[in-house]
């Protein structure tokens, strides 16, 4: 679940900014390249936390009421 592809572009001001692919809106900055990809992920992982907290769909389908 950690393999998030992050794509990266470095912004006007020189900082990098990361989003991830599959997860529109998920976005972050960073100084550095690594720095933006690993903020990405975090926020990304965030996103699935809570989505599993309140018993979201991580998929964008939802969750079977059986399970």
């Keep these: 679940m950690s ?3 992050v794509e990266i572009e ?3 001001d020189g900082r990098w ?3 991830v692919v599959d997860m529109p809106g998920v976005l972050a900055y960073g100084s550095t390249r690594d720095e933006a ?3 990405a992920k ?3 992982f965030r996103v699935l936390a809570d989505r599993v907290e309140h018993g ?3 998929c964008n389908r939802p969750i079977p009421e059986d399970l």
Aim: glycine share 6%.
């Design 37 to 39: 990809v690993a903020k």
């Design 42 to 44: 975090a926020v990304a």
């Design 10 to 12: 470095r912004d006007d």
């Design 56 to 58: 979201e769909s991580l």
């Design 17 to 19: 900014i990361g989003e």
């Design 3 to 5: 393999d998030f592809t």
